[in-house]
């Protein structure tokens, strides 16, 4: 080991280099070049991986129909059987806490569901009342059209006022009328509910909740200073209750009754469906079949499939899920039905695109800044400690969010040992970004194994970055700028970096892939693609790889390439042409040792030539 950091120091110093046998370093230098040559060819993407297989279910595309199908069945098990419980549940409160979307696409699916439960011969609930003059009295129920009389069924509302959820009595003169509320209407039945109406206001809650542990409709005044003229008989109720919000609109119901939230039952609306095999895609298929038929369109032609499942990829982030939202698809449909006198792939592209030219100007105007070299970016060339990061932009209020690069840099100099994220300490820094960094910094340290401190200090920042920068997708890029700049090492302009590190210098996943090299991509073809630009991203990322036409056809033609890595020794030799770590030639790791070997034990600086004549005088 002491020997080859002594080869090291003569080769990088140029001092006689003619101590090392020029065999051994061609030797070295050919098994350098062949190294690294595996590392770009093993871990090189190729184009037929950039977005999801659809081809191997052409069969199923030419050959769907709704005939003898339950998508819902399919696709819903858990909301299914949690409404089977609901409706067969005999003590306890009758309510389903349900978690999905609280708009009415949603709902009326959900009452689809919920409408299979229903008894096949309904029954009347309720009653009847009978006004005569200052009395009101409440008779059985025996017409079905009288308006306190409800055979049961599924009541869907996403918003609603006092008035409509418990109806009000309306006085007209002399003469008093009781109006109906949708608990009346859904009485015996399943009233469907969003949530966030009665957060709002929680005293509609608590009435709610009394009513249905009571098992009656106490009438009561609108008004408080001013009571009912007459009394109202109370109403017999019997309802089952489904509470339909997110996540966090049902955590703020937890907050104000923890107690019925505790004896609730809970399920969730899937939003998405694991693609497994072709019975997983046959049902996803059916479901978007359904969507359409709901919205009175006519069934997609056969080559709409792959291009809609490009499309969903993006919006799930995974080749294997695929996006079950109603409203999400029903957009698509509808989108493309604009653009064409049937669905197909030429009608769904031109939507597609129309959309994305709409929703485009932030993006192309942050493009235009890169390319008039106003945001500093290079595409080309080498540079020490700067490298070219990955992130994505999501601006407030706008529908999209784009990639574009960021110039990373990082410089060092002599210190004792402190790590300054530059975002930190000027509060621009989130806190999972200052934590990516100290994972790469404790990397760094355990590697070079150092008996004593690291006698230099590093500084990294992102450049020309005015707002904040969190998450730690870039703490792979960080790492590479850092090693490069502690071992004097340049970094190719040409590739840029996006991943997160472990400990172990294991590359982990990161998001927004897509639009993080589809960002990249942009400048460089807008500058002209070399054949030697590209990504180097996570290995576990591939899977989530949806990306547009032109990258793909891109890196078909050579002219822009894709490394998927594990870990960090696999990109630095992309970086660099040189390895991290390596028992024979030169590797990185020996560099920064060297300059580390060197700092702390500094050649004695030689006198200027007089005072080593006066010296030589005094010797005599």
Not at 70 to 90: E, F, G, I
Not at 161 to 174: A, I, N, S, T
Not at 576 to 591: C, D, H, I, K, R
Request: hydrophobic share 40%; glycine share 6%.
């Amino acid at each position: 080991m002491q020997q080859r950091k002594t080869c090291c120091r003569h080769h990088s110093s140029g001092q006689n280099s003619a101590v090392i046998n020029p065999i051994n370093s061609c030797i070295i230098a050919l098994f350098l070049n062949l190294t690294n040559a595996n590392i770009l060819t093993n871990t090189q993407i190729t184009w037929q991986t950039l977005q999801p297989d659809s081809a191997r279910y052409h069969s199923i595309f030419s050959n769907l129909s709704l005939e003898d199908s339950d998508s819902l069945a399919a696709v819903q098990p858990r909301l299914l059987n949690a409404l089977a419980h609901l409706h067969h549940q005999t003590i306890g409160f009758p309510l389903l806490l349900l978690r999905s979307q609280e708009n009415r696409d949603y709902l009326a699916c959900i009452a689809e569901a919920a409408e299979r439960f229903q008894p096949d011969e309904p029954t009347l609930h309720g009653g009847d009342y009978l006004i005569m003059g200052d009395s009101v009295s409440l008779q059985p129920a025996s017409n079905p059209d009288r308006p306190f009389t409800s055979q049961g069924g599924v009541h869907i509302a996403d918003w609603f006022e006092p008035e409509q959820l418990f109806g009000c009595v309306r006085q007209y003169k002399d003469r008093i009328q009781p109006e109906p509320g949708l608990i009346h209407r859904a009485n015996g039945g399943t009233l469907i509910l969003a949530v966030t109406p009665l957060l709002a206001q929680p005293l509609m809650w608590l009435r709610l909740r009394k009513c249905i542990e009571l098992g009656r409709f106490d009438w009561y005044s609108q008004d408080e200073r001013q009571p009912l003229p007459v009394a109202i008989p109370s109403l017999p109720l019997d309802l089952r209750l489904v509470l339909c919000g997110e996540r966090d609109a049902l955590a703020s119901f937890q907050e104000m009754d923890a107690e019925v939230h505790e004896m609730a039952l809970y399920s969730e609306f899937e939003e998405n469906l694991q693609i497994n095999d072709e019975d997983d895609m046959t049902n996803w298929c059916q479901w978007t079949l359904a969507q359409a038929e709901k919205a009175e369109l006519a069934a997609p032609d056969a080559d709409f499939w792959p291009l809609l499942i490009n499309e969903a990829v993006r919006m799930t982030g995974d080749q294997e899920t695929l996006p079950l939202c109603p409203r999400w698809l029903r957009r698509q449909l509808q989108e493309a039905a604009l653009h064409g006198e049937s669905l197909n792939a030429v009608a769904l592209k031109d939507a597609l695109e129309a959309r994305e030219w709409r929703e485009s100007y932030l993006a192309e105007r942050m493009r235009d800044e890169i390319l008039l070299d106003q945001i500093m970016i290079e595409t080309d060339g080498e540079r020490v400690g700067q490298i070219n990061g990955l992130s994505v932009v999501e601006f407030p209020g706008h529908p999209r969010p784009w990639g574009e690069p960021s110039r990373i840099t990082c410089v060092v100099h002599p210190g004792d040992g402190e790590f300054n994220d530059v975002e930190r300490k000027a509060e621009l820094g989130g806190n999972i970004h200052a934590k990516g960094m100290m994972i790469m910094q404790a990397y760094l340290i355990a590697e070079l194994e150092l008996d004593q401190q690291l006698p230099f200090s590093a500084s990294v920042v992102f450049e020309q970055s005015y707002s904040e920068v969190d998450g730690d997708s870039a703490s792979l890029a960080e790492l590479c700028a850092l090693i490069s700049a502690l071992a004097n090492q340049p970094l190719t302009q040409q590739i840029a970096v996006t991943g997160s590190v472990d400990q172990f210098g294991n590359v982990q996943p990161v998001g927004g892939l897509n639009e993080k090299i589809e960002g990249f991509f942009h400048i460089c073809d807008a500058r002209g693609l070399t054949g030697k630009q590209g990504v180097i991203l996570p290995a576990s990322n591939v899977r989530h790889l949806s990306l547009s036409q032109e990258v793909v056809k891109a890196v078909k033609e050579e002219q822009f390439h894709l490394w998927a890595i594990e870990s960090v020794a696999d990109a630095l030799p992309l970086l660099t042409g040189m390895a991290w770590n390596s028992e024979s030639g030169e590797s990185l790791m020996n560099l920064i040792q060297e300059r580390i070997t060197q700092f702390n034990q500094p050649e004695v600086r030689q006198r200027p030539w007089p005072l080593r004549w006066m010296n030589w005088f005094n010797h005599r």
